[in-house]
């Protein structure tokens, strides 16, 4: 079974400029979170999908991302305009649902580089 | 914050079994605790979770303490493709998944 689909893999981009990361979750997953990883640093929570519903996008800097997942299944996170501080790791995740016991799968992530 | 507290990093030889602990003293009843691992440049990879009864799976094991306020992963014989960051997660539903910093595994050879 595949797992968690992200592309791509690592971006440079120039500080202003836009940037998305695309998301296909494992086949039949409910749930569909995006996580951003600062080096040294653990996965922190941007936002959380359950189907197409943003359910939980209190984490997500809505002056400049935004995220969707149409018909609740792929998922793209966006940032317009980029600032050097989003140099991070944008990791993709799902998982079957969200109550206790569930297991949360993660993609590889994309690498952002802003210069 | 995170509500477990983990070693910062530990060192183990290969082939010996590498015990890395991992406090939760505030856990409540029904939180779950959750171990994952990151591989440099690559996304965490889940290992095993388990609620109150030691769990064993093809990874690693799991023993909880009968309070529940600590746990420890054992990864029986360690190789050197165990050298990676280790993530304790205590939580409810996978929405309450906190990660701290994690135990940074080295294995030696």
């Known amino acids: 079974e595949a797992g968690v689909v992200q592309s791509p893999r690592y971006k440079i981009i120039e500080k202003k400029q836009p940037v998305a990361f695309w998301c296909n979750p494992i086949?039949?997953?409910?749930?569909l979170y995006w996580y951003r990883q600062n080096l040294g640093q653990g996965p922190e929570l941007l936002i959380r999908y359950e189907n197409e519903e943003a359910v939980d996008d209190s984490q997500l800097p809505k002056d400049r991302f935004s995220a969707e997942r149409l018909k609740g299944v792929d998922s793209t996170l966006k940032i317009q305009p980029a600032e050097l501080g989003d140099s991070a790791v944008y990791l993709c995740?799902?998982?079957?649902?969200?109550?206790?016991?569930?297991?949360?799968?993660f993609g590889e992530g994309s690498w952002l580089t802003v210069v | 914050d995170a509500k477990t507290t983990q070693p910062t990093s530990m060192d183990c030889a290969e082939g010996r079994a590498a015990n890395l602990p991992c406090n939760h003293s505030?856990?409540?009843?029904?939180?779950?605790v959750y171990w994952y691992r990151q591989i440099h440049s690559q996304g965490p990879q889940y290992i095993i979770h388990?609620?109150?009864n030691n769990e064993t799976n093809e990874m690693a094991s799991l023993i909880i303490t009968e309070d529940r306020k600590s746990s420890t992963l054992i990864l029986p014989h360690a190789t050197l493709r165990d050298t990676a960051v280790y993530y304790c997660?205590?939580?409810?539903?996978?929405?309450?998944?906190?990660f701290g910093t994690g135990t940074r595994l080295k294995v030696l050879a």
């Open positions: 995740a799902s998982s079957p649902g969200s109550s206790s016991g569930n297991t949360i799968y």
């Open positions: 086949s039949g997953h409910n749930t």
């Open positions: 997660i205590v939580g409810l539903g996978t929405y309450k998944y906190i």
């Open positions: 505030t856990i409540s009843g029904n939180e779950y």
């Open positions: 388990g609620l109150k």
